[in-house]
């Protein structure tokens, strides 16, 4: 989250709406608050939710949407999404030992969450993305 952001977000949590007298937002210490400032805060939050959340987030994993985003040229087996598998490996008093621990990604905002977690970057561009 932005600085920007994050400033709209408690703007937002620290004003209410007042019914008395003529209506409109006030903030904490009753102060009226200008209704364009909400207005700018709404649309800065709703922006960065947007830019977060795809409209295709919610789509099947594909063979076809894995490699345009840069995903390697293979045969992929997306009938249950993608199952990532994870190797972890711990020493122990024999030496080494593995493994396989599979992690199902089925959406496509499981694989960009968790490609953005791990700072792998994707080919997509914005317009590549389905939006709202």
Same mark, same amino acid.
């Given at each position: 989250?932005?600085?920007?952001?994050?400033?709209?977000?408690?703007?937002?949590?620290? *004003?209410?709406?007042?019914?008395?007298?003529?209506?409109?937002?006030?903030?904490?210490?009753?102060?009226?608050?200008?209704?364009?400032?909400?207005?700018?805060?709404?649309?800065?939050?709703?922006?960065?939710?947007?830019?977060?959340?795809?409209?295709?987030?919610?789509?099947?994993?594909?063979?076809?949407?894995?490699?345009?985003?840069?995903?390697?040229?293979?045969?992929?087996?997306?009938?249950?999404?993608?199952?990532?598998?994870?190797?972890?490996?711990?020493?122990?008093?024999?030496?080494?030992?593995?493994?396989? *621990?599979?992690?199902?990604?089925?959406?496509?905002?499981?694989?960009?969450?968790?490609?953005?977690?791990?700072? *792998?970057?994707?080919?997509?561009?914005?317009?590549?993305?389905?939006?709202?």
């Amino acid at each position: 989250m932005s600085d920007d952001e994050l400033r709209a977000a408690k703007f937002l949590r620290s *004003i209410r709406y007042d019914c008395r007298g003529d209506g409109g937002y006030v903030d904490g210490r009753g102060q009226e608050v200008l209704l364009w400032d909400v207005d700018d805060a709404r649309k800065t939050l709703a922006d960065a939710w947007l830019a977060e959340h795809p409209a295709d987030e919610h789509e099947p994993v594909t063979a076809d949407w894995l490699r345009s985003v840069g995903g390697p040229d293979f045969e992929y087996r997306t009938t249950f999404g993608v199952v990532l598998t994870l190797l972890v490996v711990k020493t122990e008093r024999d030496g080494w030992h593995a493994a396989t *621990i599979p992690v199902p990604l089925p959406t496509r905002g499981h694989v960009r969450r968790l490609c953005a977690a791990l700072g *792998i970057h994707l080919t997509e561009s914005d317009r590549d993305r389905k939006t709202y």
